[in-house]
């Protein structure tokens, strides 16, 4: 499992690479805005419902697999990345959309409490 402040390598804008446990996965870009992180996957060839995308216990995935089977072969297609979400993420708000074969996920910080009271004096 990666943190995203940890993915900011040029390796993430390799077309492809591979994993430590050798699985296939594809470029993603992560960038951090002015209102959160956003995360962009190329994935051409697929389409929206063949991505799932799940957070549980302030880890985000984003998975994908298919097997086509022939009379003489199976092929396996198939990837998974978890990313540990910073604390300044909003969980509930987190979203996704895929356009054209790219997949991005926007998580949006947190809104900032005032820290700044001024007490009346009576």
């Known amino acids: ?18 994993d430590k446990d050798n699985q296939y996965f594809p ?5 951090k805005e002015e ?10 060839g697929l389409k929206k419902d063949d ?9 985000i995935t984003i998975s994908y697999s298919e097997e086509n ?5 199976i092929f396996i297609s198939k990837f998974k990345k978890s990313y ?12 996704g959309k895929f356009k054209d074969g790219i997949l ?3 998580l949006p910080f947190k809104e900032k409490v ?3 009271k001024v007490i009346e004096i009576t």
């Open 84 to 95: 540990e979400i910073p604390n300044d993420v909003n969980l509930e708000d987190i979203s």
């Open 1 to 18: 499992m990666l943190s995203i402040f940890n993915e900011h390598f040029p390796m993430l804008f390799n077309d492809f690479y591979f």
């Open 114 to 116: 005032k820290t700044m």
């Open 69 to 73: 089977k022939t009379d003489k072969s």
């Open 35 to 44: 209102k959160g992180y956003e995360l962009k996957f190329a994935l051409p």
């Open 104 to 106: 991005t996920i926007k």
């Open 27 to 31: 470029k993603v870009k992560i960038n």
């Open 51 to 59: 991505v799932n995308i799940q957070v549980d216990n302030g880890i």
